[in-house]
Every structure is written in structure tokens, then in C-alpha cells.
């Protein structure tokens, strides 16, 4: 068995934060921190800037104004975040193991292995099937395990819960948990209620 991943001590860090999509400003000067073992739930109304604010530090959108920083990367470590959308972004005619295989090999197979993060999220069964012929919920378990077999320490997640059942509810915790006793830290874009010890509530408003 792969030993779990633990992470030296990180801080992401936003300051006097403006997030939008092209001229629509969602959200101005936000100044946010989470550091290693610790979490933030990002709440507000649809059109909030929930996912904007996400994508932008991810780094996969460029901040209006302001600064995404991650403080005590080891520079030799590569990279640290983990986006996960709230699409599951699977491939419907290669199956469950090749999916997965495929998500390791772009972004490092540096975590669990292919059978033990399937294993883990409770589809480990169904790694010969084609992704396609998943449930949503399935799917949304599958799109989770990328989390698994690349060890990075900052996990952002949008909507994570989308289509799970209650069973999936606890699994994600669970996995919330492990992830912040190894030293990680996860910023999660929710409506829903998650409930993990070490989470703390950051709500936006709609920008004027």
C-alpha cells in the first residue's frame, strides 16, 4: 500500500483580491487565508463570484487587481494545487482505470495507486467500465479520485457534492479529513452543508 502523503506546512493567501470574467467584476478586494490543516467553505448566492473566485486561485484565471500567494511551497515540489470543477470532465469510451490512469499521467502519479484510489472511493469494481456508462454520482466519485493519485497539498473544489447520495456526503468528509491530518488545506465552493472539524465559512455578495 502506498504510505499517505504528508505535506510540509503551506498559507494560501489572497490580497486585496479582485476576481470577474472579462469587464464583470464579481468580487472586489477579498482578503482570504487558509493554511495547512485547515479549510474554507465559500458560500454566497448564484452569481456571487463563487467559481470565479475558485478558478482565480487556482491560477486558472488572472486576478483584476490584487495577489494569489502560496506561502512555504518547497520549490522543488511542482505544482500544489488541485482544481477539481464541478463537471467531472471524463472521457465516455475509455474506462473507469484508463480515465484515471490518464488524469496520473498529466498530472503526476505521486499519490495512491490507480486500484487503491478506486478502491478508496468506492468504485474499484468498476474500473473496466466505460466512464460513460456511469451515474452522475458515479462519475462525480470518479472525478474525486483524480484527487488521489497526484499528492498536491491545496485542493479547490466546486460544488464537490454535485450528485452524490448521503453515502457520497460522508465519503467526501472522510476524505476532507484525510487530507487536512496529512498537512493539506481545501478551499470548497458549496451550497451544501460539509461538516468536517478545521472548515470555516467565507461568504461573497454580488458586486454592485
Not at 43 to 65: D, Q, V, Y
Not at 89 to 100: D, S, Y
Not at 160 to 175: C, I, K, Q, S
Amino acid at each position: 500500500m502506498t504510505h499517505r502523503q504528508v505535506f510540509s506546512p503551506l498559507r494560501l493567501t489572497a490580497r486585496a483580491l479582485s476576481v470577474g470574467r472579462g469587464e464583470t467584476v464579481l468580487g472586489r478586494d477579498i482578503a482570504l487565508g487558509v493554511a495547512s490543516g485547515g479549510g474554507l467553505l465559500l458560500r454566497g448566492a448564484n452569481g456571487a463570484g463563487k467559481s470565479t473566485l475558485l478558478l482565480t486561485l487556482a491560477g486558472l484565471l488572472a486576478p483584476l487587481e490584487g495577489d494569489v500567494l502560496i506561502e512555504g511551497l518547497d520549490e522543488d515540489f511542482g505544482p500544489a494545487r488541485h482544481y477539481c470543477g464541478h463537471r467531472n470532465a471524463v472521457r465516455p469510451r475509455l474506462t473507469v482505470g484508463e480515465t484515471l490512469d490518464f488524469w496520473a499521467a498529466i498530472n503526476g502519479a505521486s499519490g495512491l495507486s490507480t486500484a487503491e484510489a478506486l478502491e478508496k472511493v468506492g468504485i474499484a469494481r468498476l474500473g473496466g467500465v466505460d466512464a460513460g456508462y456511469l451515474s452522475a454520482g458515479q462519475q462525480r466519485r470518479l472525478a474525486l479520485a483524480r484527487l488521489l493519485v497526484s499528492a498536491r497539498p491545496v485542493w479547490l473544489l466546486d460544488e464537490p457534492t454535485a450528485a452524490l447520495d448521503a453515502e457520497g456526503h460522508r465519503l467526501l468528509a472522510a476524505l476532507l479529513r484525510d487530507h487536512l491530518a496529512s498537512g493539506g488545506l481545501a478551499v470548497i465552493a458549496t451550497h451544501d452543508d460539509i461538516v468536517v472539524d478545521g472548515f470555516e465559512t467565507f461568504t461573497l455578495g454580488v458586486a454592485a
